[in-house]
């Protein structure tokens, strides 16, 4: 044989071994699966993952909200020795805390106030968030570090409006404080009624705050907090054959966020996922009997707090 005739011979096998390839192959945005491959029905766990600052409900934000409270404090120097003069040894003794009133006292939490104040923000009457963000506290810690924020902008509408609706805020000639409504004025008072915020629901508020309507509205705009079911897992039987997308539950009722999407990557740098289908598998490599995979859920901000957070500080998505 010519080795022209040679080489035409060569060409005419690889064309067909590459053909014999593709002809096992199905092609879906651009991406190759093998469909000869696939079980009829693929078991799928799946773990959906929320943003650090979207919560199940109040009590989820109350247990991180102080638990980073109280690390932060033992942090500092003679901060454990503090807190434990005040009878906090760990932060389960805070909780217990922060969750009793006590009816022998007019100022409601004065362990509160006494033994988180000082570490709270730095008091300065007219101070904001851009300028407490270079001190030394934990409001300081948590502007830094980007945890709480929408929180800490909605509690400082919570505690204005409580102080007002409460009577403490007025003019001196009435026996009031002018700056009773000041979120930095006192460290003493803003740590208390942030307490109080937890304390209370909207169901057990004192009647002269109902009456007011100011604060109960606020309990039904609490940024970051879930008020629908979620469910932090699911498991299906994904039929391959029949190859139905199984569309991912999208309904997240959370006031001053949208939900924006699901993706693989923590960092939601991969494509965002609406359903599962016979292209994620593949792509995604979920062909073994039992499969789990984590999706991370993304969420846009909106609103009221969001607004302001985000004129304080653009660079904050």
């Keep these: 044989?010519?080795?022209?005739?040679?080489?035409?011979?060569?060409?005419?096998?690889?064309?067909?071994?590459?053909?014999?390839?593709?002809?096992?192959?199905?092609?879906?945005?651009?991406?190759?699966?093998?469909?000869?491959?696939?079980?009829?029905?693929?078991?799928?766990?799946?773990?959906?993952?929320?943003?650090?600052?979207?919560?199940l409900n109040k009590e989820d934000l109350f247990n991180d909200f102080f638990y980073e409270f109280y690390s932060y404090i033992v942090s500092k120097k003679d901060g454990a020795q503090h807190l434990s003069s005040y009878n906090i040894k760990n932060v389960d003794d805070l909780y217990a805390i922060c969750k009793n009133w006590d009816n022998k006292s007019g100022v409601g939490f004065p362990i509160v106030g006494n033994a988180l104040g000082k570490y709270f923000l730095t008091q300065k009457i007219g101070s904001n968030f851009v300028e407490q963000k270079q001190f030394d506290t934990f409001l300081g810690y948590c502007l830094n570090n980007n945890k709480f924020l929408d929180f800490l902008y909605f509690d400082k509408t919570f505690f204005y409006h409580f102080r007002l609706d409460e009577g403490y805020t007025g003019s001196l000639a009435d026996g009031k404080d002018p700056y009773g409504s000041d979120f930095f004025a006192s460290t003493?008072?803003?740590?208390?009624?942030?307490?109080?915020?937890?304390?209370?629901?909207?169901?057990?508020?004192?009647?002269?705050?109902?009456?007011?309507?100011?604060?109960?509205?606020?309990?039904?705009?609490?940024?970051?907090?879930?008020?629908?079911?979620?469910?932090?897992?699911?498991?299906?039987?994904?039929?391959?054959k029949n190859n139905v997308p199984f569309t991912l539950p999208d309904d997240y009722n959370c006031y001053g966020f949208k939900f924006a999407g699901y993706y693989t990557e923590p960092n939601f740098s991969s494509d965002s996922i609406t359903h599962i289908d016979n292209d994620f598998i593949i792509n995604n490599n979920l062909l073994k009997e039992q499969n789990y995979i984590m999706l991370y859920a993304k969420f846009e901000r909106y609103g009221v707090f969001a607004e302001e957070l985000l004129s304080d500080f653009p660079d904050m998505k």
Excluded: Q, W
């Design 1 to 55: 044989m010519s080795i022209f005739k040679t080489k035409i011979f060569l060409i005419i096998i690889s064309l067909s071994l590459l053909l014999s390839v593709f002809s096992s192959c199905t092609f879906s945005n651009d991406k190759v699966s093998i469909s000869s491959d696939l079980p009829d029905n693929v078991n799928l766990t799946i773990n959906f993952v929320l943003p650090d600052y979207i919560y």
């Design 188 to 240: 003493y008072a803003s740590i208390i009624d942030t307490a109080k915020f937890f304390y209370y629901t909207k169901d057990s508020l004192p009647t002269y705050l109902v009456h007011k309507k100011n604060i109960p509205k606020l309990y039904d705009i609490i940024p970051g907090v879930l008020t629908n079911n979620f469910n932090e897992s699911i498991s299906i039987s994904y039929n391959t």
